[in-house]
């Protein structure tokens, strides 16, 4: 009798061959299944970013315009210079108001009366009186002449040239009524009315009135105050890291403080608007609604992103780096200064500035603090009232007025503008200065 090897192993019978050849086919399918499901996720969410930024676009895009009658205003001796003196500091105080009304009053018919005047200031915007100023200050001599300026509309007559109104809707239906209608008809007829790029929306600081809106306060604001968030956060972020990751000893106090770091990057950002309102505004009494306090809760609550992100980049240096600064003499301090933090610096910028740009966005904890006042001024120093732009965005959007959400959605392009930036400048930081070990 011949014995059988105890290594050879019998070969598989036709049944079992097709039962294992139906499991491979079944786990590719179930592969192939897999990678539509994730491909099928992604096209998703693509489309559902492009429809978000559809909608923001081209809500936003009219905003970048605005539209501009040509008036023939006489700019009358006796209401702007009865005296003749042409003194500048005479000239600043003199009644544009007057002269205007007399020039609305013979360009469009039917302004004679109160309403008439009413419907006819109701076309332009506030601010023309103080263009005619500025054109008069520019240049005395046009006093007593009758020139064509091109001065900006109201919000109403800018959302009808833009289409936004239907003019064959009833006066009931539509905020621009057939009086307004037909004189703003009239100007078209005659080659007056044009749509220019508004530079007052990058110009100005924020109003009332929708026309001479702008986010040059909010800007500004959001700069002063990331400012204060970047001195405060960035050293004290890393010199936390550099310290935990490099000298703290490993025990449970350090554990005790590594995890409530990791918390407090998830803790909600207006909890730290609430602390700042406690600490900052109520206790220490520091101004309401400036950029010094909304740097400061805004450092509070990016110190643990940058922390985290430096500990990170320290932690991708290689030991080997440590070993040869400490074999060639270095002392521990020289060896994180010298060598350890240099090449970490990458991966400590990128999360700094991942960092700024989450504070950037924020709204809720600065609303805590009082930056949700109207502010007409732009800031010039860090304890000056200010707004950011989120918080800019926040109250456009709750404005009644058509106009606004136009604005609304240009300011969003903004700041998703500066936010990509700021994404990119990580992501060339990174490749730039990133070393394979």
Not at 52 to 69: C, D, E, K, M, N
Not at 399 to 426: G, K
Request: without cysteine; proline residues 6%; glycine residues 6%.
């Amino acid at each position: 009798m011949t014995d059988t090897p105890a290594n050879d192993v019998p070969a598989p019978t036709s049944a079992e061959q097709d039962r294992n050849t139906a499991l491979v086919r079944k786990r590719y399918r179930a592969e192939r299944r897999f990678r539509l499901y994730g491909l099928a996720a992604i096209l998703a969410a693509l489309g559902m970013l492009g429809v978000l930024l559809y909608s923001i676009v081209s809500t936003g895009l009219p905003a970048f315009t605005t539209t501009q009658l040509a008036l023939d205003i006489t700019f009358t001796a006796e209401d702007i210079d009865p005296t003749g003196t042409r003194d500048p500091a005479e000239l600043s105080r003199a009644n544009y108001r007057g002269a205007l009304l007399k020039s609305l009053r013979a360009e469009f018919p039917g302004a004679e009366t109160r309403k008439g005047r009413r419907n006819a200031l109701n076309m332009i915007s506030n601010e023309v009186v103080f263009d005619m100023r500025d054109l008069v200050l520019a240049d005395p001599s046009i006093i007593g002449t009758t020139q064509r300026v091109w001065v900006k509309t109201s919000a109403d007559i800018d959302q009808l040239a833009k289409g936004s109104i239907d003019r064959s809707l009833p006066e009931s239906g539509r905020r621009v009524n057939d009086l307004q209608l037909g004189w703003f008809e009239a100007l078209e007829s005659e080659d007056r009315v044009r749509t220019t790029f508004n530079t007052t929306f990058f110009t100005s600081a924020d109003s009332r009135e929708p026309e001479q809106a702008g986010i040059l306060g909010a800007v500004v604001g959001s700069a002063l105050t990331l400012i204060i968030t970047l001195l405060l956060s960035f050293p004290v972020g890393v010199m936390a890291a550099v310290y935990l990751e490099e000298f703290a000893p490993k025990n449970r106090w350090t554990d005790l403080i590594e995890v409530n770091i990791n918390n407090l990057a998830a803790v909600p950002s207006i909890v730290f608007g609430l602390l700042g309102l406690a600490m900052f505004l109520n206790f220490f009494g520091l101004p309401r609604s400036a950029p010094v306090v909304g740097g400061m809760v805004l450092a509070l609550m990016t110190l643990p992103t940058i922390i985290i992100a430096s500990r990170a980049a320290l932690k991708a240096v290689p030991p080997s780096i440590r070993e040869a600064a400490l074999g060639m003499g270095a002392s521990r301090l020289q060896t994180v200064t010298h060598h350890v933090l240099p090449l970490a610096m990458p991966g400590i910028l990128t999360g700094t500035i991942i960092g700024m740009a989450q504070a950037l966005g924020e709204t809720a904890p600065l609303l805590m603090i009082g930056m949700v006042a109207f502010i007409v001024d732009i800031p010039g120093g860090f304890t000056d009232p200010a707004t950011v732009l989120p918080v800019q965005i926040f109250l456009w959007a709750d404005a009644p007025e058509r106009a606004f959400v136009e604005r609304t959605s240009a300011a969003i392009m903004v700041l998703l503008t500066f936010l990509i930036m700021m994404n990119l400048l990580a992501v060339l930081l990174r490749k730039k200065f990133d070393r394979r070990w």
